[in-house]
């Protein structure tokens, strides 16, 4: 494939689902160079404890805490296809931070990973091919069909759309349970700003009676507004971080990570964007102000005679 | 003091609750606005307090136009000079006695320490310090009553006004409402009571009463 036009390089690579029985669960196998310079070093980024001194595989938590559940502690023993064992030992655990992506997976030397799938020499799972002319991907496509009939050829646009149908489908799921939290909060907006009750009402008309100016009242009523939705606020980011951080997101975690029954539990891992919290907060708690204060206003500018009738 | 002159008030609908008033209240009497119910003896109360406007005339109080006060104003001058007895006793339910008592000075810059020593005389005067902090929705009519004078009386005015103060007290009640009316006049307050109940018609400590009927004295 070197030999067509416009195709830089060609990296063969080897990786596989190992399906762990005991367990019930599948995990991702992946080869890599790992004394590769270029490798090594980004690994060792990722790791919890930067060590690759020996040969041995370096897995995801999830991986790591169902090989301790099932009393693998420092290494693996992997079936081959015949029948015999193979002995991996672990020499590193992905950090978690990068568990979302990294859980379920298992990196070790390349030569490794053809042994436990049982490959031939010459044998890759895929071959990835590097194309600098974006221009030149379809005639090379059509060459490598014509030299190999029954391959199957994906491009990174490929895998781009079908991850963007992926989470086209998610999050128009989560787009629907956020339009209908945003519908809800408007009603009760809408509701509050067309008008205060009489109970309220009353009140602002015995406060004015007093003596209060209507400064007076907008104060003490920004004052209450302010406190009901700031702690509003504070009880919603604080339950929606226990759902997610503490119960583990039941239901949606499903919808999230998709067929993860086959694959080992993991953990979400803990992150705040601030950019989002204060959308958040700017979009719920001055609106609910707005909303209490402009009908306290018309009402405290208004006669309150009633209140002495 | 307080003077009512050429006063009409015309609601939206071209409906005369108030036609051609003219009375004149000097300072330290107690007058009674008597009339049957929808006669207009709320909305003179309104009028006095600042609390609307009228559509023609004048109301003039300390020689201050209230009719021509801006809202801000009248309000200011309600805190000065105006106590406020009502018939629903219009007490803020979810506040203690001592809160209600002392809410029309919250928004004063008076000192914290004084608006204490008042509230705590009256507490005592009308026998309620026990009550202090107890929320106004527990307590019973009688007390209720007291809370709604010890309020009246916090921001120290020189005018009371209260609107069928006895309507929804029984006869005990009322008759020691008349007692503390009788002692509030002694200290010189100037009162104007809106009623048409019959215990106040024969009082000797009454100076004047005015009587209405569908929205002209009488
Ligand atoms: N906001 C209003 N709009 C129209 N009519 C009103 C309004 N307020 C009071 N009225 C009418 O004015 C009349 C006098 O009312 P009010 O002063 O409350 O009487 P009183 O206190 O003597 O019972 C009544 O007929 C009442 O229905
Ligand atoms: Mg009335």
Known sequence: MLDINGVQSVIPRYWGYYYFANAGVNFSVVGVDIYDKAYSKTLDNLLQTPKLDKEGMVVGKGVREIFNQNYYNEYFNFVKSDGSLKRVDVIGVFDTNTNLESNDMIFMPKELVKEIFDMQTNYATDIVLEVPNKNEIPSIISKIKQIYPDSRVITQDDIRVSYQNIFDYKSGLFLSLFVIAIFTFFIIIYDRASGLSSHEKREIGILKALGWRIDDILAWKFYEAFIISFSAFLIALITSLFYVYILQAPLLRDIFSGYSILKPSFELPFTLDFGMLSIIFFLSVPIYLAAIIIPSWKIASSDVDEVIR | ?218
């Open chain 2, 1 to 218: 003091m307080i003077t009512f002159k050429n006063v009409n008030k015309i609601f939206a609908n071209d409906f005369y609750a108030l036609k051609d008033i003219n009375f004149h209240i000097k300072q330290g009497e107690l007058v009674l606005l008597k009339g049957a119910s929808g006669s207009g003896k709320s909305t003179i109360l309104s009028l006095l307090a600042g609390l609307s406007k009228p559509s023609s005339g004048e109301v003039v109080v300390f020689n201050k136009h209230i009719s021509k006060l801006p809202d801000d104003f009248a309000s200011l001058f309600r805190r000065e000079h105006i106590g406020f007895i009502f018939q629903k006793f219009n007490l803020i339910e979810n506040l203690s006695v001592k809160e209600n008592i002392i809410t029309p000075l919250i928004p004063s810059n008076l000192e914290e320490s004084i608006i204490d020593q008042r509230c705590e005389a009256l507490l005592k005067r009308f026998d309620i310090e026990e009550k202090r902090d107890v929320l106004v929705k527990k307590l019973s009519g009688g007390e209720q009553q007291r809370v709604v004078i010890a309020r009246a009386l916090i921001n120290e005015p020189r005018i009371i006004i209260a609107d069928e103060p006895t309507a929804n007290l029984d006869e005990k009640l009322s008759q020691d409402f008349i007692l503390y009316l009788k002692a509030l006049k002694e200290e010189g307050k100037t009162i104007i009571v809106a009623t048409h109940d019959n215990l106040f018609f024969d009082l000797d400590f009454i100076d004047k009463i005015i009587q209405m009927k569908k929205g002209v004295i009488l």
